[in-house]
């Protein structure tokens, strides 16, 4: 993916915006005050993924959308944003169709759970996953899993991007609930990064989904003739500005909850046994 950080076409701060904290681009003394905040502060990490996205969109469109994301929330609130997950499970796209990158599912799990012990030495002890790759939900969960028990003294949580809010979760499974590079991914990356989708291509890149009654899992070559689900020549800039803004003002709010949030019982005590080790592949 580019490194620059690309500015989606609609205006996303509020009346008291402020610039996107990047984790990446600051030293060390300007990252000092999250310990000395009393460790209030929500950072936000993109989690994407690398994979075939038909052939209309980027392969690095999971993680352009969750940095674009997490930059919105960012310059709304002040958020820092740590650095993307850029590669993550991609297992369900499998190898026919050039370009896909993966972890194994425990792997990235791993990764997860040592992004948020490693912020927490930075004095960031609450930490958001934002998520934007369908395969990813269960590695996050299990990472999640073992930080809310072995970590109790961290607060973390993920939250995907099609369902965060609900006119978005309607609109992300309008075309088939087996959602990829379909109308409501494309229109995103109309209003994200419009340059890299090629609208020539657009036309015939519908795929039906394929999934509907399944009772197993296939991965995508079983499913789809093209590596997309949906209708994406049906994508608009509008829908992708609709699904952006309100995605993002869905996060926002995350975001300032979850400042202030406290366990409702208080802290759960540290189990009495070791936590299993990270994974040696």
Known sequence: MDA???VPSVDLRGDDGVSVRTWADQAWPELADLA???????????VGATEQHGPHL????????AVALCDAVSARTGAPVLPAIPVACSYGHGTQLPGTLSLTPELLAAVVRQYAEWAAASGLTRVLFVNS???NTASLAIATD?????????QVGSVDWWTADPVVAREAVADGDDVHAH???????LAIAPELVHLDRLASADDPDRTVDLVFRYTAPALSTNGVTGRPSEATVELGELVLTR???????????????????GPAPVPPFSPAPYPAH
Do not use: C, Y
Not at 36 to 46: A, F, M, N, Q
Not at 58 to 65: F, Q, R
Not at 146 to 154: C, G, M, Q, S, Y
Not at 247 to 265: N, S
């Open 183 to 189: 109308r409501a991914e494309t229109s995103l990356m």
């Open 4 to 6: 620059k950080r690309r």
């Open 247 to 265: 995605t993002v003002d869905a996060i926002t709010a995350m975001v300032e909850r979850g400042r202030a949030e406290k366990p409702p019982l």
């Open 58 to 65: 980027p392969t690095g469109t999971d993680t352009l959308v």
């Open 36 to 46: 000395e905040r009393g460790s209030g502060e929500v950072g936000l990490v993109p």
């Open 146 to 154: 073992h930080l809310r028990l072995f970590r109790p003294d961290l």
């Open 133 to 135: 790759h369908f395969g």
